[in-house]
T-cell receptor, first 109, second 115 residues
């Protein structure tokens, strides 16, 4: 079956760094997406990885290891506005997104 | 300038009723989607549709049906609403599937409560 695993909740301190991990099992693989979803709002796109390695975009970076079925989202210099759920989604061989349940990130002052 | 819009934003209705949710995108995208996000926050794909193919998640009851009058619209019709249909429904769109995964842009969601 197809499956995405990510932690349910994480807590971090303002100004710190946090890494949110995601492991996936899909029928075929066409890339890994990270989305941010604030409470009561729609998911918004953060990053896409299809090749192994790290992609950096400002304070956010995303890493992929295809051989390990593993990705992480790294958030630096955390701000209070980063409090949100972070959704990992893997695209399968049919180009369908398989979504994780999301990791709720709580930022404390 | 809203990229993906949905109406209504909130929908409260009685069990057994039939309702529709509308979705429009002005991004020129070829593919549109409907997702259901339940109380546990899982996003579950219900349908994906472009002008060539409708892909239905086999777990979706046939009380749910997408209707696309044109490329920019994908409406969701729900017949005989049940309590378990209460959830947030998101519409999304993307360019046609290509070798590189295309980003999906989401609408604001429709919060459906069935009483």
């Amino acid at each position: 079956g197809q499956n995405i695993d990510q932690p349910t909740e994480m807590t971090a301190t303002e100004g710190a760094i946090v890494q949110i991990n995601c492991t996936y099992q899909t029928s075929g693989f066409n890339g890994l997406f990270w989305y941010q979803q604030h409470a009561g709002e729609a998911p918004t796109f953060l990053s896409y990885n299809v090749l192994d390695g790290l992609e950096e975009k400002g304070r956010f970076s995303s890493f992929l290891s295809r051989s390990k079925g593993y990705s992480y989202l790294l958030l630096k210099e955390l701000q209070m506005k980063d409090s949100a759920s972070y959704l990992c989604a893997a695209m399968d061989s049919n180009y369908q997104l398989i979504w994780g349940a999301g990791t709720k990130l709580i930022i404390k002052p | 300038d809203t990229a993906v819009s949905q109406t209504p934003k909130y929908l409260v209705t009685q069990m057994g009723n039939d309702k529709s949710i509308k979705c429009e995108q002005n991004l020129g995208h070829d593919t549109m989607y409907w997702y259901k996000q339940d109380s546990k926050k899982f996003l579950k794909i219900m349908f994906s549709y472009n002008n060539k193919e409708l892909i239905i998640n086999e777990t979706v009851p046939n009380r749910f049906s997408p209707k696309s009058p044109d490329k920019a619209h994908l409406n969701l019709h729900i017949n005989s609403l049940e309590l378990g249909d209460s959830a947030v429904y998101f519409c999304a769109s993307s360019h046609e599937i290509s070798e590189r995964g295309e980003t999906q842009y989401f609408g604001p969601g429709t919060r459906l409560l069935v009483l």
